[in-house]
């Protein structure tokens, strides 16, 4: 039950992101899309791996991953700026 609460945790903060990108209220790049995404992907991924889910694992790791590298660059463009 515990895992179900955090896979629906994970899913509402993916939607949420999602949902506010194509209002055009953040935008894909911004800092906070890309903390949804890595968050809530993030813990999708954990359960997918305890519950032993491999495609649906393969898929939240790369989600992740895609959220981990837009946020580094994101903060790597804005250092190089300064």
Request: hydrophobic letters at 60%.
């Amino acid at each position: 039950m515990l895992t179900e609460m955090f896979a629906y945790l994970g899913m509402l903060l993916i939607l949420s992101a999602f949902f506010l990108e194509t209002q055009n209220k953040i935008h894909s790049k911004a800092t906070t899309y890309l903390l949804l995404m890595a968050i809530g992907s993030g813990i999708l991924a954990i359960r997918a791996f305890l519950i032993q889910e491999w495609a649906f694992f393969i898929l939240e790791v790369a989600w992740f991953a895609a959220a981990i590298l837009g946020f580094y660059t994101r903060i790597s463009s804005s250092e190089n700026e300064s």
